[in-house]
């Protein structure tokens, strides 16, 4: 069973900083993986999407990355912002059971101003 | 853009009672699921539909059922409601072909059962 880990559980940040939220998984046989923001209270926003066959997905001041052999995926912040404090998690599409996700229990990230 | 709605967002019921959850999308998708998201136990799978009147158990379905009478509406159903059901529940809608697979979820419905 596939299982998702996130580390850190918390982080917090002096804004301007770069940083990298980590993301593995244990059956590296993956379809995708995708990186969501939550907000206190709120859903979940996708944030980026990388296909098994991709090693990295940029949007704005995010780069996601994907090294399927290590069971691996880093999300990088470019600048931070107080903006950008939220909960980020990961979820990985299984092959097998292509229409479910497993999810990380996400890091919880501070950036103060 | 994609739009997943739940009807209710802040929901308070009694012990025993039936527990209707709503989630409607817009943009024709064949899967849809519920999720619920406790603390310390992250998003939890309870069911999903990858058709209409088509449904699949996810990892926790125990106490609850779903309908999928159209295509873009898709029902979590509690029959008879207990405290440990009290959590917020996420419904989420995805293409098994377009925009990647990327999922889509809606802003939860928070249910305290008293």
Known sequence: KQEVTQIPAALSVPEGENLVLNCSFTDSAIYNLQWFRQDPGKGLTSLLLIQSSQREQTSGRLNASLDKSSGRSTLYIAASQPGDSATYLCAVRGVGSARQLTFGSGTQLTVLP | ?114
């Not at chain 2, 999308?25 to 899967?31: G, K, L, R, S, T």
Request: contains cysteine.
């Open chain 2, 1 to 114: 853009d994609v739009k997943v709605t739940q009807s209710s967002r802040y929901l308070v019921k009694r012990t025993g009672e039936k527990v209707f959850l709503e989630c409607v999308q817009d943009m024709d998708h064949e899967n849809m699921f519920w999720y619920r998201q406790d603390p310390g136990l992250g998003l939890r799978l309870i069911y999903f539909s990858y058709d209409v009147k088509m449904k699949e158990k996810g990892d926790i379905p125990e106490g609850y059922s779903v309908s999928r009478e159209k295509k873009e509406r898709f029902s979590l159903i509690l029959e008879s409601a207990s405290t440990n059901q009290t959590s917020m529940y996420l419904c989420a809608s995805s293409s098994p072909t377009g925009s990647g697979n990327t999922i889509y979820f809606g802003e939860g419905s928070w249910l305290t059962v008293v």
